[in-house]
């Protein structure tokens, strides 16, 4: 009708969302308070830590990648397939191919459309190292909170490890080894034998499964901890 109605008119609707504006501003303050006061995800952090009973060593991965079995890790890769493929070009299916796995950039496989999680996982860690891969298959959703891989995770060490052999036939031999340290992956635990004399054998493990020499055996004879990096 007249200006002077359409003015009152935008005048209310002027009025009404600075009063929402001012709302919001005041309610915010409120809401940032209370999320400082209590993370979530603590209870998560401690359960953790109870419940994973004796810390796990990471293993030294120059002492067991050597002596892995490869074959094995073939039939653990089974658990895997029903998502992924592991030939050289191989398609993507449920989660992406794997060929040339380690070394390669977390998220980074051409036509997949990976999770935000792991998108982001992959701008702080820029490749998949063998330390990485073995945290991630062990519980991949609490590694990577929000990660879309379903799967429940390999709890047992050596099965991770001789996966991780098996995956790096798979396209990734120019991934290096790196040298035996097994001093370095003893001193988390108990303290370390002097570098040199600790040989994988030299581990008082009888019984122990071949596939897992130093990393399996945290008690190894201790001196104090000097771990060489
Ligand atoms: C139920 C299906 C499923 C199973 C089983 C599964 N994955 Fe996955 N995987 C996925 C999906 C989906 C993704 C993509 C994750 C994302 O984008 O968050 C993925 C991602 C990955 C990645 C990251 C790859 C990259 O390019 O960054 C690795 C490594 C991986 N899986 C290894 C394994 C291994 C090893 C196993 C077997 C022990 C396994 N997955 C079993 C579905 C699966």
């Given at each position: 009708m007249s200006d002077l109605t359409f003015n009152k008119v935008a005048g209310a609707v002027l009025a009404v969302g600075l009063a929402i504006v001012g709302l919001r501003e005041v309610s915010g303050g409120l809401f940032d308070q209370q999320k400082v006061e209590?993370?979530?995800y603590m209870v998560e952090v401690v359960e953790e830590a109870s419940t994973g009973a004796v810390a796990e060593v990471p293993p030294d991965w120059g002492t067991v990648l050597p002596t892995a079995d490869v074959k094995a890790g073939e039939a653990v890769f089974a658990k895997c397939k029903a998502c992924h493929t592991d030939s050289s070009g191989g398609p993507n299916g449920i989660g992406p191919n794997?060929?040339?796995?380690?070394g390669r950039k977390p998220?980074?496989?051409?036509g997949f459309a990976y999770s935000p999680a792991m998108t982001e996982f992959g701008g702080k860690q820029p490749v998949w190292d063998y330390e990485h891969v073995y945290e991630f298959v062990k519980a991949p959703q609490k590694y990577?909170?929000?990660?879309?891989?379903t799967f429940v995770g390999l709890k047992k060490q050596d099965e991770r490890i001789n996966l991780i052999a098996y995956l790096r036939t798979q396209g990734s031999t120019g991934f290096a080894i790196p040298a035996p340290n097994p001093a370095a992956a003893a001193a988390p635990a108990e303290g370390a034998a002097p570098a040199e004399g600790a040989a994988p054998g030299a581990a008082p493990t009888a019984g122990a499964p071949t596939t897992v020499p130093a990393a399996a055996a945290p008690a190894t004879p201790g001196g104090t901890a000097a771990a060489p990096h």
């Amino acid at each position: 009708m007249s200006d002077l109605t359409f003015n009152k008119v935008a005048g209310a609707v002027l009025a009404v969302g600075l009063a929402i504006v001012g709302l919001r501003e005041v309610s915010g303050g409120l809401f940032d308070q209370q999320k400082v006061e209590k993370p979530g995800y603590m209870v998560e952090v401690v359960e953790e830590a109870s419940t994973g009973a004796v810390a796990e060593v990471p293993p030294d991965w120059g002492t067991v990648l050597p002596t892995a079995d490869v074959k094995a890790g073939e039939a653990v890769f089974a658990k895997c397939k029903a998502c992924h493929t592991d030939s050289s070009g191989g398609p993507n299916g449920i989660g992406p191919n794997l060929w040339g796995l380690l070394g390669r950039k977390p998220g980074g496989h051409a036509g997949f459309a990976y999770s935000p999680a792991m998108t982001e996982f992959g701008g702080k860690q820029p490749v998949w190292d063998y330390e990485h891969v073995y945290e991630f298959v062990k519980a991949p959703q609490k590694y990577i909170g929000g990660t879309k891989m379903t799967f429940v995770g390999l709890k047992k060490q050596d099965e991770r490890i001789n996966l991780i052999a098996y995956l790096r036939t798979q396209g990734s031999t120019g991934f290096a080894i790196p040298a035996p340290n097994p001093a370095a992956a003893a001193a988390p635990a108990e303290g370390a034998a002097p570098a040199e004399g600790a040989a994988p054998g030299a581990a008082p493990t009888a019984g122990a499964p071949t596939t897992v020499p130093a990393a399996a055996a945290p008690a190894t004879p201790g001196g104090t901890a000097a771990a060489p990096h």
